[in-house]
């Protein structure tokens, strides 16, 4: 018979003790969401890898603080989306613009979108389309954008959205449909065109 896995409570109950491996496995079990969400709301592949990494060092040292009234991955995300805004801070204050008009450092590393068999037109329309939809997200306020890329992007429910916005229920409605209204405002021009 296997061995049934350890919940998130044993992981920090074990980690409080000083058991790095347990803090190793919550790690493993949250590492890949917590990156695909920093990327999408920065963009970059490496400063997604830097500010991932900086958010488990931060659990680790705060996990004596953890109360588990919130589910450890909400806890996380509050942690990430601090991150994620002191780096948002960090970088408007150190923004400098090349002579090419580019932002220093804003090198595009998204990969291509795979073809999936499309003729290369329809892979080229489609790679036109995912790129015209990454930037408006690039372009809307930072609040807007988190709220766009958690919800609509990762599926964050909005009772754990409103816990890791520290914001009430009824504020995440109107703040999401705030920014599906700006979304939908920047991508009109784009879907126009191609009709």
Known sequence: MAEALPS??????RTREGDVEAFGRLVERNQDYVYNLVRHLVGSEQDAEDIAQEVFVRAYRG??????RAKFSTWLYGIMLNCVRSFWRRRARRRTFTLGGGEEGDEDE???????????????????????VRSAIAALD???????????IHGLPYEELAE???????TVKSRLHRARSA??????????QTE
């Not at 996990?63 to 588990?68: H, N, S, W, Y």
């Not at 979304?183 to 126009?192: N, S």
């Open 164 to 170: 890791v916005l520290d914001l009430p229920a009824g």
């Open 110 to 132: 998204r990969p291509d979108p795979e073809s999936g068999g499309d003729n290369p037109f329809e892979a080229t329309m489609r790679g036109e389309r995912i790129e015209t």
């Open 142 to 152: 930072d609040e807007l954008r988190e709220i766009v890329v958690l919800r609509d």
């Open 8 to 13: 998130d409570a044993d992981l920090i109950a």
């Open 183 to 192: 979304l939908k405002e920047k991508l009109e021009p784009f879907f126009e």
């Open 63 to 68: 996990i004596g603080r953890f109360e588990g």
